[in-house]
């Protein structure tokens, strides 16, 4: 029992940290994404957007996922760490180097040769990454997202802040962003280790790593298919459409995917490490799903609903007229995100009980009609695309719940009770920003009071909703919450254990 009430506690406070960090970060993202998209505007963004899409796909081969092992083996030795981080040393050397001779042939593909030495330059990218991979896994090993949030955001603020804008501001135009690039993840890189010092020594192999790489393997073929999934859209879009066009849509996609992934990067990694101990009690991991499904629906679906109600009024207070055909971009993008967020919690839970494959399974005719389907799309419009996004997140994250309910032996039902509150108040809330932000416009012209209206009617709804019905959030939610109160000073989490009281939340499992 003190074991089991360990776990949970770490595992909660790994889930603070790590959303203090990650709305932390969100912040830091937009604010910089917001001074470097007017500076440089979209034809720099989108030679930015094309070296990211390689970038992105190169990291998988810089780490083919034996890292992850790192965090599944329930027992890790010095000689497992050697041997991973001899692979990652291996591995990311060699993803650099091809990325940096194969910068013409990409350039070629998106028919944008102005990106050839943008992907040379950005290569070093593949190198950092792999051989960082070994500390940030053990780090979330031990549950420590305190020293990986503060690694994250300060290498950003380094990066972006100190270098990227300024960089920018001086007129170095797509090199600011490849420069601040590479900065915060060095960085980053530097902090990780420094927190978690391990074996740098060479050992190609050793005994019993073949369990690793069997898992690595399966890690890796799962994620190049995630990959393809989450990438496909912006390559097609990279390939048919003009640069401009790259740079609307990729500021579009990470104005809502940035906070996401970052967030994912949170959950994904707190459950997997918490359930990885206790893989075998089904009971705790159904919990754990019920919990963090209604969490974040209750507290982020209503977020990115409100987003798509107003996306012509953030983009023209914001980045300025220059994105605003980039509005009906972000509509569909951006509800696409709550679905990527289920998405992301159900699949570490898949993982830890056993059913790898069946993701694997799932994935591959999604992936395969996804690309067929942007084909198609991108023939229409931008646009179309973009619908097209948010219908294969729609039928993934639905597949992949699913999948977890069975592998769990949880109906499916019981995951749509914990779902049903945030969706209500989902519903309350986006109703309400879409009413200010269509009445403000009628009253005043003034755009940054349309956006200050629209995110104190967002505040407000979610809280109105909670207080005119008081059963809509789910006990496990509330019993999260409440811990995570406990944990907060004390002028600031009685406030908020008194309106779960005044919910008339229900403290027991």
Not at 32 to 60: C, D, H, M, N, W
Not at 214 to 225: E, H, K, P, S
Request: with cysteine; aromatic share 10%; hydrophobic share 55%.
């Amino acid at each position: 029992m003190e074991q089991q009430t360990n776990l949970s506690s770490k595992g909660i406070s790994a889930v603070f940290w790590g959303s203090f960090g990650s709305a932390l970060r969100a912040v830091l993202q937009i604010v910089t994404q917001v001074i470097l998209a007017r500076i440089l505007g979209p034809s720099e963004y989108g030679i930015f957007a094309i070296a990211s899409i390689v970038l992105s796909f190169s990291k998988f081969f810089s780490d083919v996922g034996i890292s992850y092992g790192l965090i599944q083996k329930k027992e890790v030795s010095e000689d497992d760490i050697r041997f991973v981080f001899t692979w990652q040393l291996i591995l990311g050397a060699t993803v650099a180097a091809l990325v940096y001779l194969f910068a013409g042939p990409l350039a070629a593909f998106f028919k944008e040769p102005r990106v050839v030495p943008v992907i040379q330059v950005a290569s070093v990218i593949c190198f950092i990454n792999a051989v960082s991979s070994p500390s940030a896994n053990l780090l979330k090993r031990e549950m420590d997202f305190r020293s990986l949030q503060a690694a994250n955001v300060i290498s950003y603020i380094i990066g972006y802040l100190l270098v990227g804008i300024p960089m920018a501001m001086l007129g170095y135009q797509v090199w600011a962003l490849i420069m601040a690039f590479i900065v915060s993840e060095l960085a980053a890189f530097i902090m990780v280790y420094n927190k978690c010092r391990h074996p740098v020594r060479i050992l190609l192999w050793q005994k019993g790593d073949k369990h690793l790489l069997v898992y690595g393997g399966r890690v890796f073929i799962t994620n190049i298919l995630n990959w393809i999934i989450s990438n496909v859209d912006r390559v097609i879009v990279g390939r048919a459409f003009q640069t401009v066009d790259v740079g609307l849509y990729s500021l579009s996609y990470n104005l809502v995917s940035n906070p996401a992934l970052t967030l994912i990067g949170v959950i994904q990694s707190a459950l997997f490490s918490a359930s990885a101990k206790v893989q075998d009690d089904f009971d705790r991991l159904r919990k754990a799903l019920l919990t963090t499904i209604g969490a974040v629906t209750l507290v982020l679906f209503p977020v990115f609903a409100g987003i798509a109600a107003c996306s012509h009024t953030i983009l023209e207070a914001l980045y300025g007229q220059a994105w605003l055909p980039a509005a009906d971009l972000l509509q569909p993008i951006s509800l696409a995100m709550p679905l990527y967020l289920l998405l992301g919690m159900a699949t570490p839970i898949l993982w830890v009980s056993g059913q790898t494959q069946k993701e694997f399974n799932i994935q591959v005719p999604i992936a395969i009609g996804f690309v067929i389907a942007c084909i198609l799309a991108a023939r229409v419009s931008l646009e179309a695309v973009a619908w097209v996004t948010f219908g294969m997140y729609l039928l993934r994250s639905a597949t992949i719940v699913i999948a977890t309910c069975r592998a769990l032996d949880l109906r499916p039902s019981a995951v749509l009770a914990a779902m049903q509150g945030g969706l209500v108040a989902t519903v309350f809330t986006t109703a309400l920003i879409w009413t200010t932000d269509l009445a403000l416009r009628q009253i005043t012209g003034h755009v940054w009071l349309w956006l200050a209206a629209d995110v104190l009617a967002g505040g407000a709804g979610l809280l109105l909703s909670l207080w005119l019905f008081p059963r809509l959030m789910h006990h496990h939610v509330a019993q999260l919450f409440e811990k995570v109160a406990q944990r907060m000073p004390r002028k600031a989490g009685e406030p908020v254990i008194r309106f779960l009281y005044r919910s008339q939340m229900n403290k027991h499992v």
